[in-house]
């Protein structure tokens, strides 16, 4: 039985689309989409009327590649947090503009990123693709306010411990936007 030109199309393009979703490609092309997704969009800031403000510093954190961390020592602090895996593209597509950023204000404001995965994956990961991000596993719950329900969640505390940015989702971090934010929170 011989197919008709439109069906022959229709097989290339049912396989095409089968190829993308069922092999190790989707998660490049989850990867590719991210990255456009930060060209794109930029994290919102919160309304200064509207931000809530962390209501408890008692989450202990397990260094993977760095010192095992109390969040009580952020407090009065500008704090980074970041909830992420080496499985999530998204994750993965906003790493290179984070590293770039944490290199500029590491001294500045703490970072903390989160990933429940076993250190061993984490820290072959960082190392493969030269990240200095300090990253953890939770020792106990976080605070109540970092609800997360998917990943990358992202959280930018102010001195006062109010979250002026809550981002799901890959962004850039690295943006002309975020570095001036990050100043006028680091002299206020």
């Known amino acids: 039985m011989a197919l008709s030109k439109s069906q022959r199309s229709n097989l290339i393009f049912i396989g095409i689309i089968a190829f993308i979703f069922f092999t190790p490609l989707r998660g490049h092309l989850h990867e590719f989409v991210g990255k456009i997704k930060m060209a794109v969009f930029s994290p919102s800031i919160e309304n200064e009327d509207n931000r809530i403000t962390i209501s408890d510093y008692k989450w202990n954190l397990k260094g993977i590649n760095t010192a095992d961390y109390n969040f009580e020592n952020a407090n009065g602090k500008v704090v980074f947090v970041n909830f992420w895996a080496t499985w999530c593209p998204p994750c993965r597509a906003e790493m290179p503009s984070i590293q770039k950023l944490y290199n500029d204000y590491k001294d500045k404001i703490e970072f903390i990123f989160i ?25 106990n719950a976080s605070p109540q306010e970092f609800s997360v329900s998917s990943i990358p969640a992202t959280y930018l505390l102010n001195k006062k411990g ?27």
């Open 115 to 139: 990933s429940n995965e076993k250190s061993g994956t984490v820290d072959n990961f960082l190392s493969k693709n030269n990240y200095t991000l300090p990253s953890y596993n939770q020792l």
């Open 162 to 188: 109010e979250i002026v940015i809550h981002s799901v989702g890959a962004s850039d971090w690295n943006s002309d936007k975020i570095r001036k934010l990050l100043d006028e929170l680091i002299d206020k």
